[in-house]
């Protein structure tokens, strides 16, 4: 069983940065990040493949977020910079045993943080 615990959300200025972490438990093939902003559904954010750090972003994000992870720590890490109003919502940390890539292959889930981003 997988377990994906979120931190570091938070209230920033337009324009601003916000690292958020992501500590799990249990092997994996693929993490990712997705959010959910009110009224709209769950959109992917950013895979990585586990084992050799391959990455893939949604367009929306490509060249502002940053996804990475730490082997040692089991950590996934959003690096989110030049945040814009419309990046609003709750971030989520998931896992996949199959995929990274696929934003339909993830099983497992963390509970949300919050990023609010101001104009």
């Known amino acids: 069983q997988v377990q994906l615990v979120e931190s570091g959300g938070g209230l920033v200025q337009a324009g601003g940065s916000l690292r958020l972490s992501c500590a799990a438990s249990g092997r994996t093939y693929g993490r990712g990040w997705f959010r959910q902003a009110p009224g709209k559904e769950r959109e992917f954010v950013a895979g990585?493949?586990?084992?050799?750090?391959?990455?893939y972003y949604a367009e929306s994000v490509k060249g502002r977020f940053t996804i990475s992870r730490d082997n040692a720590k089991n950590t996934l890490y959003l690096q989110m910079n030049s945040l814009k109003p419309e990046d609003t919502a709750v971030y989520y940390c998931?896992?996949?045993?199959?995929?990274?890539?696929?934003?339909?292959?993830?099983?497992?889930w963390g509970q949300g943080t919050q990023v609010t981003v101001s104009s």
């Open positions: 990585i493949r586990w084992s050799v750090g391959d990455t």
């Open positions: 998931a896992s996949s045993r199959f995929y990274y890539r696929n934003p339909d292959g993830y099983d497992y």
